[in-house]
């Protein structure tokens, strides 16, 4: 088969389509014919080697994909040979086939066309384990989100408006603040040129803010926060390390959490298993009623993943980049 392979680290010229072993499906695994896997942040962080792959994991990029299934290994009870489907990788999306562990799948939601289901596995399990398993969004509250024109960010803010609450959200065009709004964002900020800070605490303060800055963004995400606020780090764009005032937070009675999901084992309580359980019980039903969709700024051949990266490095996107199998 054919995939994504480097061999250095570097830029995205080091991404090179080329041959490769086939996998086989081991216990409690399936393999599947992909279709389409989608372009996320972690996968840029890959092929600049600062993001190490978990192990056991596959050293090809691609943290999600759609597909169908081609073999079932042992022990998998519940999917067969051409069920159509969506998966949550830990790897090994940016390839023709791809193993992955049977717990770890998602039926194709009725009508989304197998292809942009790809779009969803990452986007879905990371805004749901975050924001509603870790820090229980509720009706009413208000959710901010940073980057609402990404992946995550039309993800979070189309869940939280289903989930009866109010969203901010900050973007760095009037293009994607635009859109954001018409998928129901109540308050949007332009980064740019505007404070978030003041303008989310002039709307009572953030109960939950989703966060893929890190660092840059720490101290002013405590000053957004609303009493008995949380905040739920998933990215780390601005940086590793920052400085926390405990005060600001003791006084606000809030919470900082922070979480990856790729690294996370299959089974156990804060599983892969778990989460993706859970997405497809309370997010797939709204999926297959249109009430979420999936967000797909462009396609490309998967040859052409340099091509994928470059569009999420200008950050000139709104949604998913699909990389489709020819």
């Known amino acids: 088969m054919h995939a994504i392979t480097q ?16 996998p086989v499906a081991g216990e409690g695994e399936v393999v599947l014919d992909v279709v389409a896997s989608a372009v996320n942040r972690a996968d840029l962080l890959q092929r600049e080697g600062n993001y190490p792959v978990p192990p056991g994991a596959s050293e090809v990029l691609g943290l999600e994909c759609s597909g169908v299934v081609r073999e079932v290994g042992p ?17 090994g999306g940016y390839a023709e086939r791809v193993a992955v562990p049977a717990a770890q799948l998602l039926p194709r939601p009725a009508g989304v066309e197998l292809a942009a289901a790809a779009a969803l596995p ?3 399990c990371t805004v749901w384990s975050n924001v509603f398993m870790q820090a229980g969004l509720r009706a009413g509250e208000l959710l901010l989100v940073h980057g609402g024109g990404s992946g995550i960010g039309t993800m979070a803010i189309q869940l939280a408006v289903r989930a009866g ?10 293009e994607k603040l635009a859109f954001c709004r018409e998928l129901g964002a109540e308050i949007t900020v332009d980064y740019r040129d505007e404070d978030f ?3 989310v605490r002039a709307a009572g303060g953030a109960d939950v803010v989703l966060d893929n800055m890190g660092a840059a963004y720490l101290a002013r ?8 606020g949380r905040i739920t780090v998933i990215g780390m764009q601005g940086g590793r390390k920052g400085e926390l005032d405990l005060g600001a937070l003791l006084a606000k009675r809030g919470s900082v959490y922070a979480a990856g999901l790729r690294g996370r084992p ?13 997405v497809r019980e309370n997010v797939w039903p709204d999926v297959e009623a249109g009430r979420v969709r999936p967000v797909v700024h462009t396609r490309l051949p998967m040859a052409r993943a340099a091509d994928g990266h470059r569009i999420l490095e200008e950050s000139s996107h709104t949604g998913k980049v699909l990389l489709v199998v020819d």
């Open 7 to 22: 061999q250095s680290s570097g830029g995205p010229e080091t991404l090179v389509w080329a041959e490769v072993p086939d």
């Open 75 to 91: 022990g998998v009870e519940g999917w067969k040979v051409g069920d159509e489907v969506c998966a949550l990788l830990a790897g």
């Open 122 to 124: 990452e986007v879905a």
């Open 165 to 174: 609450a109010r969203v901010a959200t900050t973007a760095g065009s009037a």
């Open 197 to 199: 800070v003041e303008v």
């Open 221 to 228: 995400n405590v000053a957004a926060l609303a009493p008995d």
């Open 266 to 278: 299959v089974e156990g309580p804060h599983g892969k298993a778990a989460v993706v359980a859970a």
